[in-house]
């Protein structure tokens, strides 16, 4: 079975600060990782996958299998970031992912 | 292009009642997928089609059924409303050719 945790419901911060969101996942094969976010009033929408291995927003994922996570990543946090942000494994399936619990991060003035 | 598209934005239901979601798309996606989304349990995928003609089940399909008669839209049915089915419902599409999911704007029901 596969399984995507993310341990932090709620993340606060403060503009300027480095913010770190973790998720980690279970899964037997190769799998591919998203993070997906939903700013406020706004639809869900993909932030990055890791296979691009590309920084978006100034965010960054990388996935390290042997610790089975792919953590979300910004040096500098900025007041836009507050968002909901989930992580998803494209596993078993190649038609479906598997969702997070999600993580609300708030980045204060 | 509206992209994805869900009908209504809101709705209230007494427990008992039917009501069906409607998911519409212009993207010429493939596959779509409608998502229930609750406070700490994340995006949950209830039923998912990989084209149209054809559906399966995800992870909470019980007391919900789909049908995706037309490829550009995929209808989630509630036979007989019950207050667990209180939450806000997302529509995705996705091409397939890509692992993108474009997501609508979300029906938020209530059952009372």
């Known amino acids: 079975a596969q399984r995507v945790t993310q341990p932090e419901k709620l993340l606060s911060v403060f503009k300027g600060a480095p913010v770190e969101l973790k998720c980690n996942y279970s899964y037997s094969g190769s799998p591919e990782l998203f993070w997906y976010v939903q700013y406020s009033r706004q639809r869900l929408q993909l932030l990055l996958r890791?296979?691009s291995r590309e920084s978006i927003k100034g965010f960054t994922a990388d996935l390290n299998k042997g610790e089975t996570s792919f953590h979300l990543k910004k040096p500098f946090a900025q007041e836009e970031d507050s968002a909901m942000y989930y992580c998803?494994?494209?596993?078993?399936?190649?038609?479906?992912?598997?969702f997070g619990e999600g993580t609300q991060l708030t980045v204060n003035p | 292009n509206a992209g994805v598209t869900q009908t209504p934005k809101f709705r209230v239901l007494k427990t008992g009642q039917s009501m069906t979601l409607l998911c519409a798309q212009d993207m010429n996606h493939e596959y779509m997928y409608w998502y229930r989304q609750d406070p700490g349990m994340g995006l949950r995928l209830i039923h998912y089609?990989?084209?149209?003609?054809?559906?399966a089940k995800g992870e909470v399909p019980d007391g919900y059924n789909v049908s995706r008669l037309k490829k550009q839209n995929f209808l989630l049915g509630l036979e007989s409303a019950a207050p667990s089915q209180t939450s806000v419902y997302f529509c995705?599409?996705?091409?397939?050719?890509?692992?993108?999911?474009?997501f609508g704007p979300g029906t938020r029901l209530t059952v009372l």
């Open positions: 890791h296979i």
């Open positions: 995705a599409g996705r091409g397939g050719g890509t692992d993108t999911q474009y």
């Open positions: 998803a494994l494209k596993g078993t399936s190649g038609s479906r992912l598997t």
């Open positions: 089609s990989v084209g149209e003609g054809t559906t």
